[in-house]
Every structure is written in structure tokens, then in C-alpha cells.
């Protein structure tokens, strides 16, 4: 659409932890200024203090990291358009705001919050949306001078004019037009000085320079104000590309804002950090986003960082909603696993291990990786995997999962012996492994299943392992054989 370098911003407000819906915004924030050779800028919006969260910019600002979405300018990072905290910027908002008080595009609002109360009470009795009824719009320039003056506190209401419409061309929607009439007289800026959003994100968009904007499907609404002020400020407005929401996995209403757990134990995660810390690769959270919304084409669905900023664009951006598909991510966050190398795995899984209290030495992890690679979803999940390898002695379990198939608890002392004699002898390795114990096996004139099962339980302590020739493997003889005494002691104490 555009081969000029975009400036794009994006300028979430710090009242919570960083969402996934916010975390897609600023990925095609990126993309547009990445495809474009352009810069993606990071600002903070706190104008609302009453709303500000002290944890949620350095949640924010880890989250964008996790995702590789390096901003080129912005917070920590500076710039020459700064400072890019919005709070730090009051004084750029009353030069624009004295300006447009001179020229009669906004006014003083003397109203007092009890008087706001009531023509809203009035309007909703009217069945009219909450609105302000324009009382102070038309005091004379010398009696809102003297009551400032005096001291009397006052908000700055935007004049939007009374007839007529305004349009917007989205990028996305294509032209959207609002009678002027429905809109809002809106506050600009609050009686304590601060800006709102709808102001200070005029100011700073054509300060900043940002030549798109891209943002939630929520503030469509808000548009015309926007619009408006960019006409009385004499500025060109940027290209704006309000993005659809995200939907609920049914597809059924907007994605949860909170975190929830199911019956279960199941935890549906929402925000970036637990995305990171149940183990999703960035990469694989990086290409599932990008398709959260928009699409290259009917098909491909895999593709480098490199290959989407590429072949990114607006126009493939879809104006109707995308629900979140976690088993799509899941699907997609194996499949970037199993293309990991094993020494990469390695390096990303032993941070989940000590943190589950395994203290795995990278060694014998290169071993093991390979082993549970191809049935890895989430990195988290290898820790009640791969336990038993670290373990001196294994937790107790119930005697009755040695027993295989079609055979009873009175066959199993024999299996033990005879796995205990054979891997006594046999050579270590895989393929030394597999020879040996499928002999052993044909040899009791029993399938090899039946065969490995008590071997499995009694050195993995449980019945669901990793493959049993690479595991015994790593495990060693000496391991091995002392696990299958123990099992072998347990029946007789059990007996
Ligand atoms: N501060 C707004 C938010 O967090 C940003 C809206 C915009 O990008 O203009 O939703």
C-alpha cells in the first residue's frame, strides 16, 4: 500500500498486563514499519492515572522483548520525538490546548461532576446515550476568562460542529461516516490539567509523526473527535486501520480480558507472560498472531519472521473478526519445536526444569531432548517427562502397572529376572538394547509390549515414557539394575 517508511507507534496505556490482543496490534505495528524500512515507535499513554498499574509496563515492555518486537524508539530507548511517556509531555499538551481555546475550536466547562450526574440521569429518563448538553459551550470569552481566573475549576470540551458529517477512510473498513450530531462535546482536558486520550493522542501522533495508526476496533467510535481535531490544528491526519477484535475460541463474543481455568485444571492464558512461561516459543506465538486477523493467502500458514514482514500488508488485513484458536497455537508451537536443533531445545527446556526443581546438567540433557522432542506442545510440559532421568531413588507407584497386558500380577517376577539378567549383559547402547531385549522377550514367548512394560514402570515409574531403548540408554546399567531390584523388593515386601 505504502512503499514510503511508515512511522507506527503503538501507545498501549499501562493498566494491566500485556494481552495478546494488544501484543497483535503492536506485531503489525511492527510489520508495517519493518516491511516498510520505517520505524516502530513504543508510547506510553498514562493520561489516566486513575486506571495506572505500577506492574504493567514492565510486563509490557518483557513481553515486547519475548516476541522480538524491538521498537526503534520509544521508552528505555529514546528518540528525537520524545519524551514517549505521555505524562512527561503535559507541557506540549497546554501549548495546543491555548491555542485552540484562542481560536474557539474548544471551550472552558464549568459543570460540576454533580451537574454532569444529572443531565445524564435526564438524558438516559429521554432514552438518549450519556452525553453533555452543551451548557457551557456558548459563555461569552470574557465571562470563561473571569470564572478562570477566579479560580473556578474547569474541564476543555471539544466544539464539535452541529451539523453536517465526517468521514474516515480505514485503511481496513473502507469509508466510515458519522453525522456530527450524535457526536460528543468530549473532554480534552481534565480539570486537573492532564490531558485525555483523545487529545493528548492527536498531539503526539502528528508530533511523533506517525504516519499510521493502528488500533482496536474500539475506537472506531471515537474518530470524529479525532478527525475534528486535526482539522482545527491544521494538520493532515495519518492513515488509520482500526484492526477487528479477537474473538473467544467459540467464536461466540469478545476474547476473555482475564485469564481463566478450567474445571479441569487447564489454564486458557491471556497474557504474553504466561504464554512465555507455559513454554510457547516466540516464534510460534509470532507467526499465530500474525495470522490472528490477517493471511498471506488461503493456504500458507508457516513462515519465518523474515517471510511475514515480507509479505506483510493492510489490505490482507480482514475487517471481519478472528476467534483464538489454542489448538491451532498448540499445533503450531510442536511443529516449531520439533524443527528446533537439539542443542537449541536443550537451552530453552533447562530453564523450566530448574524452575520445576530438576537440576538437569546440560549434558545429559542433549541425550534426553531427542527422546521427548517429537511429543513436546509446551516446553513447560517436560519436566513430568524427563523427572525420573534426575531422580536417585523413584517415588513409590502402584505395583499393579507392572503387570502388562493380559497377564497377571503372578508373571511379573519373572520378567524383572529375566530383564535384570539380560541387561546384566547386553551392551548399552540403542540398537544393543533393542537386540538384547526383543530376544529376551521372544525368548518368555512374550510380545515385546508385554515384555517392556514392567521394564518401563520399574526404571521410569510409570507406564507413559519416553521411547524405552534411548531411555534405558541414558538412564545406564547400573541405574537400570538397581531400579529393577527395587521393583522386584517392592513385590516381595508386597507379597
Ligand atoms: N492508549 C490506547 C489503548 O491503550 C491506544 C489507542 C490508540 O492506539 O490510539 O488502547
Partial sequence: MTDKPARVRYA????????????????????????????????????????????????????????????????????????????????????????????????????????????????????????????CRNLSPEESEARAAAGEPFTIRIKIP????????????????????IVNDAVLVKSNGIPTYHFAVVVDDHLMEITHVLRGEEWVSSFPIHLHLYDFLGWEPPVFAHLPVILNPAGKGKMSKRETRA?????????????????????ALFNYLALVGWSYDDKT???????????????RVNSSPAAWDYDKLNHFNGMYI????????????????????????????????????????????????????????LPDFDPALLVPKKLTMADVPAILQKAHTVLAEAEFTHD??????????????????QFYQPIRVATC???VAPPLY???????????????EQAQLRLEIGD
Fill in 301 to 315: 500458514e508457516i513462515m519465518t519472521r523474515e517471510e511475514i514482514i515480507e509479505r506483510f500488508s493492510l489490505e
Fill in 470 to 484: 534411548g531411555t534405558l540408554e541414558v538412564l545406564g546399567r547400573e541405574t537400570v539394575l538397581r531400579r529393577i
Fill in 263 to 283: 474445571p479441569d485444571g487447564t489454564v486458557y492464558p491471556v497474557f504474553v507472560h504466561t504464554f512465555k512461561e507455559l513454554g510457547y516459543l516466540p516464534e
Fill in 338 to 393: 520439533r524443527n528446533l536443533s537439539v542443542p537449541d531445545l536443550t537451552d530453552r527446556l533447562l530453564p523450566f526444569l530448574e524452575k520445576a526443581g530438576i537440576h538437569a546438567d546440560r549434558e545429559t540433557m542433549l541425550k534426553i531432548t531427542p527422546l521427548i522432542q517429537e511429543r513436546l506442545t509446551i516446553l513447560s510440559e517436560a519436566a513430568a517427562k524427563v523427572d525420573f532421568f534426575f531422580m536417585d531413588e
Fill in 12 to 135: 498501549p496505556s499501562p493498566t494491566g498486563y500485556f494481552h495478546v490482543g494488544g501484543a497483535r496490534t503492536a506485531l503489525y505495528d511492527y510489520l508495517l514499519a519493518r516491511k516498510t524500512g520505517g520505524s516502530f515507535i513504543l508510547r506510553i499513554e498514562d493520561t489516566d492515572q486513575k486506571r495506572f498499574n505500577p506492574d504493567s509496563v514492565a510486563d509490557l515492555l518483557d513481553g515486547l522483548r519475548f516476541l522480538g518486537l524491538d521498537w526503534d524508539e520509544g521508552v528505555e530507548v529514546g528518540g528525537e520525538y520524545g519524551p514517549y511517556v505521555q505524562t512527561e509531555r503535559l507541557e506540549i499538551y497546554q501549548k495546543y490546548a491555548k491555542q485552540l481555546l484562542d481560536a474557539g475550536h474548544v471551550y472552558r466547562c464549568f459543570c460540576t461532576p454533580e451537574r454532569l450526574a444529572k443531565v445524564n440521569e435526564e438524558r438516559q429518563k429521554a432514552g438518549l446515550n450519556p452525553g453533555y448538553d452543551r451548557h
Fill in 461 to 463: 515409574g510409570r507406564k
Fill in 162 to 181: 452541529l451539523t453536517g458529517s465526517i468521514t474516515l477512510h480505514d485503511a481496513i473498513r473502507g469509508d466510515i461516516t458519522i453525522e456530527n450530531e
Fill in 432 to 449: 544393543g538394547l533393542e537386540k538384547a531385549l526383543k530376544a529376551a522377550a521372544a525368548e518368555m514367548g512374550l510380545k515385546a509390549g
